[in-house]
């Protein structure tokens, strides 16, 4: 899957914006808060129904206007056309649309068009709480897995009606407390699960980009932690009922999962440099995309790199180089300041790329030999 072309009223600072895409590499240049990462998120939204840094909708239209707009113009694999559409108008119900036809559910989209974002805000998968960490595999699981979004929603759902019971200055109903626990349990077993088989898979993919962007200067490894492979997730929660009664939410359950991160035997929280954070979190980045690739429908990801040479040092921001150049990777966007380090990716890429400059929303190419 690639994009070929996008359209954008009014998204943040873009107030218009037209442009056509390389099937390659896509560098986009500019200096801080000029509308580099507006641009890539517009390029996420279109996955994902939302915007990867401000969930409000309503605060992702331009200011002094009432609506934006967001067109996508796709084709797969195998050559189809796909056609995508989003609009939303202050205080009206966001429209999403596959081909002219509107989506009853925005759950169906997810995983039509494959993507892996890495960016500045993925600091927040070491630093972070153990939400975070959820997070990170729910979006990876979710691309290729509709069962177990369907269970994620149905989980979360019945701890919210179960923490709102428990808040209850009554004592609860013990048969609507029963319903809630039964489908957290059902439901959390399914997620749990899915999120093992993921991790199982996912470790020695991303160990092994670790150790060549490293080049094998540590060790690092990655676990899953769960209370559901401590036994019947239904039985611990239900025993736990009164100690959730005190507190008023839920203790138990794959809620409080998490990925425990290290480098050698010690947490890479607290002891990992800033670079070995980075390349920890683009390592990650680079294993979701190879599994996604090879899971689910098999089609290529979009992969957007957002700002990912900080605090890197030349080692291994030549070894990331090497790998995206690769062919193993389709479509890229990728943003910097630094106009030296896209020079470098482009020299490597036999073939196609654009490049194009953003100046306070305005986004324009640049035709020009390196």
Not at 30 to 58: E, H, I, Q
Not at 90 to 100: D, S, V
Not at 232 to 254: C, E, H, P, T, Y
Request: proline share 2%; glycine share 6%; charged share 30%.
């Amino acid at each position: 899957m690639w994009l070929k072309r996008i359209s954008i009223l009014n998204y943040k600072n873009l107030e218009q914006v037209e442009l056509d895409f390389s099937r390659k590499m896509n560098c986009i240049i500019g200096k801080n808060g000029m509308g580099k990462t507006n641009l890539m998120d517009a390029v996420y939204y279109l996955s994902f129904c939302k915007s990867a840094t401000n969930s409000v909708d309503s605060q992702n239209i331009c200011h002094g206007q009432d609506f934006f707009v967001l067109q996508g113009f796709y084709e797969t694999d195998g050559g189809e056309p796909e056609e995508l559409y989003c609009g939303l108008k202050a205080r009206q119900k966001k429209k999403f649309k596959r081909n002219k036809k509107e989506y009853s559910r925005f759950s169906d989209h997810i995983g039509l068009i494959p993507l892996v974002l890495v960016s500045p805000s993925d600091s927040l998968l070491i630093a972070g709480g153990s939400e975070e960490r959820r997070k990170f595999m729910d979006m990876v699981i979710s691309q290729y897995d509709r069962g177990y979004l369907d269970a994620l929603i149905r989980y979360n759902k019945a701890v919210s009606q179960r923490n709102t019971l428990l808040k209850s200055e009554v004592e609860p109903d013990e048969e609507l407390m029963s319903v809630w626990e039964e489908m957290m349990a059902s439901s959390g077993e399914i997620v749990y699960a899915g999120r093992k088989a993921f991790i199982d898979e996912f470790i020695p993919i991303f160990q092994s980009y670790y150790s060549y962007i490293s080049q094998d200067q540590e060790c690092v490894s990655l676990a899953y932690q769960s209370c559901a492979s401590q036994g019947d997730l239904l039985a611990q929660i239900q025993q736990n009922r009164q100690k959730d009664r005190v507190m008023g939410f839920s203790l138990k359950g794959v809620h409080k999962d998490d990925l425990i991160m290290k480098i050698g035997d010690f947490p890479i929280k607290r002891e990992g440099s800033q670079g070995q954070n980075k390349t920890y979190l683009i390592a990650l980045k680079l294993a979701q995309f190879e599994f996604l690739k090879r899971t689910g429908s098999r089609t290529t990801p979009l992969v957007l790199l957002d700002d990912i040479f900080d605090k890197l040092d030349a080692s291994r921001v030549e070894q990331i180089v090497k790998v995206v150049a690769g062919d193993s990777f389709g479509q890229i966007f990728i943003t910097d300041t630094n106009r030296d380090h896209l020079d470098k990716i482009l020299r490597k890429i036999e073939g196609d790329y654009k490049l194009f400059e953003v100046d306070n929303g305005i986004v324009s190419e640049r035709k020009e030999d390196l």
